[in-house]
């Protein structure tokens, strides 16, 4: 069974940062694109970073430009450092992973990230 564990996050203020790590329990992320998520209280879970399994980013609009979303295959994981940190940015990250060609997916259990003063 492929587990997900991120860390990395906790409380900072604005304009701070943090990076966040997914490890994962074996060597599946080779070859698979890899995601963060966040799901902020009362809100849906939504996407914020992808890394192809080729290393190409894509990011949600509000974090281009302060996210970046890494990758080491060797390392069976995946970071997300996260600059200029907003209020707006508080939330529960997840990591995430679809094994391509399949219906297999996998999610981590979380890690909280809070910005505030």
């Known amino acids: 069974q492929v587990q997900l564990v991120e860390s990395g996050g906790g409380l900072v203020q604005p304009g701070g940062s943090l990076r966040l790590s997914c490890a994962a329990s074996g060597s599946i992320i080779g070859g698979n694109a890899m995601s963060w998520y966040r799901q902020a209280p009362g809100k849906e879970r939504e996407l914020v970073a992808l890394?192809?399994?080729?290393?190409?980013?894509d990011y949600k609009d509000s974090v281009k430009g302060r996210f970046t979303i890494s990758r080491d295959n060797a390392k069976n994981t995946v970071y997300l450092q996260m600059n200029s940190l907003k209020p707006e940015d508080t939330a529960v990250y997840y990591c995430?992973?679809?094994?391509?060609?399949?219906?297999?997916?996998?999610w981590g259990k979380g890690t909280l990230v809070t910005v505030s003063s």
């Open positions: 890394i192809s399994s080729g290393g190409s980013p």
């Open positions: 995430y992973l679809h094994v391509e060609g399949t219906s297999v997916n996998y």
